[in-house]
C-alpha cells in the first residue's frame, strides 16, 4: 500500500473556478511534505516545500495546507486557469527518502 | 528550463536494442536520480548517486544499468528491455544535506516505447 494517498484521482473543474486536492500520507519519520506541478510530457516542477511547523504556504494562485497532526495536506487552486491543467504531485520527505503519490490529474475546461 | 536536460526526449527501441539516456545538471547539486513513471503510477526511484556513488539501486532489472562519470552526468544504459519497461525516465538532481533532501528538480523526461 502506497505510503502516500491522493484524491480525488481526476478532476474536471471550469476556467475560473477553484478547487482543492487532498493528500494522505502515513509516512514516517516526516521531514517535509511537496507539492509538484507536472505538465503533459514534461518532468515534475515544485510548487510548495513545507515542514513540520508550517500549516499553509502560497505560490500565486496555489495555497498548500499541512496538519501534521492528522497527517493531512490539502492543495487549493484559486481562480483556475487553462494552463493549471497539469498532474499534481504529493511528495513526503522521511528523513531525504521521498515517498510520492500518484497523483492527481486536473483539467480545467473553458 | 530547469537546469536538468535530459537527451533524447523521445525513444522507440526494439527488445534486442542497446541504448542510453542522458542527464546533465547545471545546477552544482550533489546527487542525481533516476525515476520510472508509468500511467497512474507513483514515481518509482531507480537508481540514486550522492557525490557520484551510487547509494541506492531499488531491485531495478540489471537490463538497467546506470552510469555517474561526475556530478553533473548521468546515463542510464538499456539494452534488452521489455514491452512493460515502456514509461517516463526522469531524471532529477538536488542538493542533499544531512536530514532531509532538498528541493528536486527534474528533466523533461524520456519517452521510452518498447517494442
Redesign the interface.
Known sequence: K?Q?EQSP?SLIILEGKNCTLQCNYTVSPF??L?WYKQDT??????LT?MTFSENTKSNGRYTATLDADTKQSSLHITASQLSDSASY?CVV?S?????????TQVVVTP | ETGVTQTPRHLVMGMTNKKSLKCEQHLGHNAMYWYKQSAKKPLELMFVYNFKEQTENNSVPSRFSPECPNSSHLFLHLHTLQPEDSALYLCASSQVLEVTNEKLFFGSGTQLSVL
Do not use: E, Y
Open positions: 502506497n502516500v484521482q521531514s517535509n511537496r510530457g514534461r518532468g515534475p516542477v515544485s516545500i504531485i520527505d528523513w531525504g527518502k521521498l515517498q510520492f503519490g500518484a497523483g
